[in-house]
């Protein structure tokens, strides 16, 4: 069953989505009707199934990088490194 909507946009907008959906063979109301059908049903994946999406060779270093805003000191780090594999 197919309700009516009202919407207000700015006139340069609605012209060329007009212009659009006529060059796509489209009603307005089908352009509108099927993008939010693909706001709604496709939702933006979680960050963890994007991670299960990964080739299984990268799902080995899951963990090992830090996320943005962890502070990481390079330097501290190479020394570690070095100081395992020289001693002293």
Same mark, same amino acid.
């Given at each position: 069953?197919?309700?009516?909507?009202?919407?207000?946009?700015?006139?340069?907008?609605?012209?060329?989505?007009?212009?659009?959906?006529?060059?796509?063979?489209?009603?307005?109301? #089908? /352009?509108? !009707?099927?993008?939010? *059908?693909?706001?709604?049903?496709?939702? %933006?994946?979680?960050?963890?199934?994007?991670? @299960? #999406? /990964?080739? !299984?060779?990268?799902? *080995?270093?899951?963990?090992?990088?830090? %996320?943005?805003?962890?502070?990481?000191?390079? @330097?501290?780090?190479?020394?570690?490194?070095?100081?395992?594999?020289?001693?002293?």
């Amino acid at each position: 069953m197919n309700t009516k909507l009202t919407l207000s946009l700015e006139k340069d907008v609605i012209k060329k989505a007009k212009e659009y959906a006529e060059a796509q063979g489209q009603s307005l109301s #089908s /352009l509108v !009707e099927n993008y939010f *059908k693909h706001l709604t049903f496709n939702p %933006k994946p979680t960050e963890k199934e994007e991670w @299960k #999406s /990964l080739p !299984e060779s990268f799902l *080995k270093f899951e963990g090992i990088l830090k %996320k943005e805003g962890d502070e990481f000191d390079y @330097k501290e780090e190479l020394t570690k490194a070095l100081f395992e594999k020289y001693g002293q």
